[in-house]
Structures are given as structure tokens and as C-alpha cells.
T-cell receptor, first 111, second 113 residues
């Protein structure tokens, strides 16, 4: 019930392409779905987040798509750049409960 | 603001040794937590605290102790280090009232031989 499943484990994209990372959850009580970005040797940092009352949120080249009925959400990175190469974690939580993280996706963007 | 700071950055221990990983934040956040990051396992919660004097267990608490005597500090103690505790440890903090964003420290890479 508490698990957040993330795929793929790794992703290789050409510069300018679209990167898509998917997450699925079981607990319908989750009400906050963030994505964190982690560069090598650094701690994760919040990238973008969404609540279940909207189906999409866009910030620059990063978009979260949310499908409440399917209990899935995804991160789309448009016009992927080598500087986007990092590990991305999806997460979910309910109210002030603990944040539950996915297992991470290592993204490599080649020029 | 320094944000979340962690010391040391790197540490090598022998099996059976004990040590304390330090974590401090200067954002007056109520919530603090410790995670370990292992390849293919994501970020797993070890212990967390919602305020001074209050701590609770996360997903993988065995072999670790925590205490929270002040709002700023949240040390993680390894009681008797084991090779299975080789990992990268992250401390994080957030405000319970100001939203859900967690701020992570730079991490401590621990190797137990």
C-alpha cells in the first residue's frame, strides 16, 4: 500500500529528445507527488510537484502528468540537455505523513 | 542560510566500531529525517523527528539510533557498524506548516570494512 514503483531504472536520451519517467502508486490517500533531481555527489533537490486535483503541471521544460484513475504519474523532460543528466526520484505522501520515494531513474543525455 | 549540513563527508569504519553522523539545519524546520541511499533501492527512511524530543522509526531503523535535543540538530548513531551499513546517508528537513518540500544535506559516504 505504501509503495511507489518507478520505471525505467535507467534512461539514455539524445540531446533535444523527450525523457519520460513513470511512477505508479497504490495508496489512494496520497495527496502530494513530488519529483526530486539528484546530481552525482549531491543531495536530492525538489524539481517539481503536483497535487491530485490537477492533471498536469509544467515548469519550463519539465512537466508532471497525473492520472488519478490509473494511479500513475510521470515526469516529461522536453528538449533534454546534457545538463539534465542526473538521477530522478518520484515520491508520494499523505498529509504530514512520511515521504515515500521510488527507486530512482538514472538519466543520461548525450550530445 | 547554510541549509542542511552534514559531517563528515566520508568515513571508513571497521566492523563493530560505533560512530555518529552529524546533521544540522538553520531553517527552524520541525521535521528532520535520515535516509540511506543504495544502488537500485532508492532512498529509504531510517528515522525521523517531528520536533525536539520526538523521534520515530522509519523503514530501516535496525542498527541506528537517533535523538533530537534541539530543533537544529539530529545526529544518527551507528551502534556497532556492519558491512551492510555501507551506504550514502542523507539528512533532510522540512517545515510542517510551510509546505512539503524536503531540503537534503550533501550526504555522508560511509564504508564499513
Amino acid at each position: 500500500q505504501q509503495q511507489v514503483k518507478q520505471s525505467p531504472q535507467s534512461l539514455i536520451v539524445q540531446k533535444g529528445g523527450i525523457s519520460i519517467i513513470n511512477c505508479a502508486y497504490e495508496n489512494t490517500a496520497f495527496d502530494y507527488f513530488p519529483w526530486y533531481q539528484q546530481f552525482p555527489g549531491k543531495g536530492p533537490a525538489l524539481l517539481i510537484a503536483i497535487r491530485p486535483d490537477v492533471s498536469e503541471k509544467k515548469e519550463g521544460r519539465f512537466t508532471i502528468s497525473f492520472n488519478k484513475s490509473a494511479k500513475q504519474f510521470s515526469l516529461h523532460i522536453m528538449d533534454s540537455q546534457p545538463g539534465d543528466s542526473a538521477t530522478y526520484f518520484c515520491a508520494a505522501k499523505r498529509g504530514t505523513d512520511k515521504l515515500i520515494f521510488g527507486t530512482g531513474t538514472r538519466l543520461q543525455v548525450f550530445p | 542560510n547554510a541549509g542542511v549540513t552534514q559531517t563528515p563527508k566520508f568515513q571508513v569504519l571497521k566492523t563493530g566500531q560505533s560512530m555518529t553522523l552529524q546533521c544540522a539545519q538553520d531553517m527552524n524546520h520541525e521535521y528532520m529525517s535520515w535516509y540511506r541511499q543504495d544502488p537500485g533501492m532508492g532512498l529509504r527512511l531510517i528515522h525521523y523527528s517531528v520536533g525536539a524530543g520526538i523521534t520515530d522509526q522509519g523503514e530501516v531503523p535496525n542498527g541506528y539510533n537517533v535523538s533530537r535535543s534541539t530543533t537544529e540538530d539530529f545526529p544518527l548513531r551507528l551502534l556497532s557498524a556492519a558491512p551492510s551499513q555501507t551506504s550514502v546517508y542523507f539528512c533532510a528537513s522540512s517545515s510542517l506548516a510551510g509546505g512539503y518540500e524536503q531540503y537534503f544535506g550533501p550526504g555522508t559516504r560511509l564504508t564499513v570494512t
